[in-house]
């Protein structure tokens, strides 16, 4: 079966494929970067630290809560680089 996807798929967390996962990956606004990445288990992320992207270790000192606004906002940054119609059809999916 064929499914449609966008032309241009974009991500805004990964992991790795181990259970339990070892960490998560995701991108962050330019002024945190360097914040976030001088904190223990937090580095920048390989093959993604030039688009500001952190590696956050598990063993890393972040609540669930920051851990979800950080995570909230890595969505919200790559979703405002897609074009207008791809956003369109994503929130008319969500509805």
């Known amino acids: 079966m ?3 996807f966008p032309r241009s798929p974009r991500m805004f967390a990964v992991t790795g494929n181990t259970a339990p996962a070892e960490g998560i990956s995701f991108k962050v606004d330019d002024d945190r970067f360097l914040e976030l990445t001088d904190r223990p288990g937090i580095i920048p992320a390989p093959y993604l630290a030039r688009a500001r992207w952190v590696h956050v270790d598990r063993e890393a000192d972040l609540s669930d809560q920051e851990a979800a606004r950080l995570l909230r906002r890595s969505y919200e940054l790559v979703f ?3 074009t ?4 369109r059809e994503i929130a008319a999916g969500a509805a």
């Open 84 to 87: 207008k119609k791809l956003q």
């Open 80 to 82: 405002a680089k897609l």
């Open 2 to 4: 064929h499914q449609n």
